[in-house]
């Protein structure tokens, strides 16, 4: 869990390959292989609106579990 932080901070990168690693990661480490909504095209980087709610969503999901997570900004 201490990599969540940087890993949700990924999902906002331009480079498509790093945002669906980022999103693969999460998902694995959470144990929820559905995620959050979070599809990405292969070839095409997410657009930003689809990325800030997943970001905040996989913030919430990590301040329920560990409430003390230092967030990237």
Known sequence: LDSAPVLIFAL?????RVATAARDSLRFMSRKPEGFGFDIESGKSPEKPVWRKAQRDWTNWLLSVRPDAELIE
């Not at 906002?12 to 498509?16: E, K, L, P, T």
Request: proline share 0%; hydrophobic share 20%; net charge negative.
């Open 12 to 16: 906002s990168d331009s480079d498509w």
